[in-house]
């Protein structure tokens, strides 16, 4: 049972690229999630999905794009990245409602746009 | 007033001592609450969860609620050196549009030392 997997770890990017964040459970749950986590600050909600088929935005969803096409896989697409998306990029699931169940959290993908 | 708002920190504590983390929220995030606790350059990972007013205890970690002073702690006895991380006080938001979402706080470095 391999959890939450993210790919890549690392990349950089250069301003005006495009590029998906991978994410991928093997837990069965519903719901997953997409947050960002700037340098000494807490997690922002980018984007989630409560099952395949269904997204909604989060705090912060401008510049990024999802699809949920499968209940395992929830890619995050950076469509013209800028400087301001340099950041730790989180996936978690949770089997239920995130807002009273615990969320697995992936590995992170650490992204720079240069 | 931000949604979710930790004592700043970062906070150390000798080994063996107490250690206090606190978090107050706004009307928006009432469900339930969460502590993360996130070591450096890795993801978070749920060590605490509480949903009602009063104490809950597991192990050398107590969480504490307060619904009517809209706050919320977590107390660490026996601190360790393996303690030190960041931790982050999640809120579920309650209804409306917010629904199944979490709130985070900024977090609250937190070093134990020898």
């Known amino acids: 049972n391999a959890g939450v997997t993210q790919t890549p770890k690392f990349r950089i990017l250069k301003i005006g690229q495009s590029m998906t964040l991978q994410c991928a459970q093997d837990?069965?749950?519903?719901?997953m999630y997409w947050y960002r986590q700037d340098p000494g600050m807490g997690l922002k909600l980018i984007y989630y999905?409560?099952?395949?088929?269904?997204?909604d935005k989060g705090e912060v969803p401008n510049g990024y794009n999802v699809s949920r096409s499968t209940t395992e896989d929830f890619p995050l697409r950076l469509e013209l990245a800028a400087p301001s998306q340099t950041s730790v990029y989180f996936c978690?699931?949770?089997?239920?409602?995130?807002?009273?169940?615990?969320?697995?959290f992936g590995p992170g993908t650490r992204l720079t746009v240069l | 007033q931000k949604e979710v708002e930790q004592n700043s920190g970062p906070l150390s504590v000798p080994e063996g001592a107490i250690a206090s983390l606190n978090c107050t929220y706004s009307d928006r995030v009432s469900q339930s609450f969460f502590w993360y606790r996130q070591y450096s350059g890795k993801s978070p990972e749920l060590i605490m969860s509480i949903y009602s007013n009063g104490d809950k205890e597991d192990g050398r970690f107590t969480a504490q609620l307060n619904k009517a002073s809209q706050y919320v702690s977590l107390l660490i006895r026996d601190s360790q050196p393996s303690d030190s991380a960041t931790y982050l006080c999640?809120?579920?938001?309650?209804?409306?549009?917010?629904?199944?979402?979490?709130?985070f706080g900024q977090g609250t470095i937190l070093t134990v030392h020898p």
């Open positions: 837990m069965n749950h519903n719901y």
């Open positions: 999905s409560v099952g395949a088929g269904i997204t």
């Open positions: 999640a809120g579920g938001n309650a209804g409306g549009t917010s629904y199944g979402k979490l709130t």
């Open positions: 978690a699931s949770s089997w239920t409602s995130g807002s009273t169940d615990t969320q697995y």
